[in-house]
Nanobody, 114 residues
Framework: QVQVVESGGGLVQPGGSLRLSCVAS????????MRWYRQAPGKERELVAH????????YYADSVKGRFTISRDNARNTVYLQMNSLKPEDTAEYYC???????WGQGTQVTVSS
């Protein structure tokens, strides 16, 4: 069955960086666009970034544009989210999701605090 496992979250100071990873299985990863979402306490889940199946096309929410980079390795069934210049408002649970499947993993917590 469809499965995604997110990792790489943690506690980081403002201005710091983290790299999230998401390993997928149970579907043909290389032909599926992938997305990263996040949900902060008391807020709705929001789309952070999207990457096409080939990796050529990407989309970013305005709030992370220029700071976050989504990428993928189809040979490893893995999608990444490089997060730089982190801000306290980036604190959230981060989830990856194949855009064609209604499946959510456990997520990985990112906390930006001094």
């Amino acid at each position: 069955q469809v499965q995604v496992v997110e990792s790489g979250g943690g506690l980081v100071q403002p201005g710091g960086s983290l790299r999230l990873s998401c390993v997928a299985s149970g579907f043909t990863f290389s032909i599926n666009p992938m997305r990263w979402y996040r949900q902060a306490p008391g807020k709705e889940r929001e789309l952070v970034a999207h990457i096409s199946s080939s990796g050529v096309f990407t989309y970013y929410a305005d709030s992370v544009k220029g700071r976050f980079t989504i990428s993928r390795d189809n040979a490893r069934n893995t999608v990444y989210l490089q997060m730089n210049s982190l801000k306290p408002e980036d604190t959230a649970e981060y989830y990856c999701k194949p855009s064609s499947y209604d499946y959510w993993g456990q997520g990985t917590q990112v906390t930006v605090s001094s």
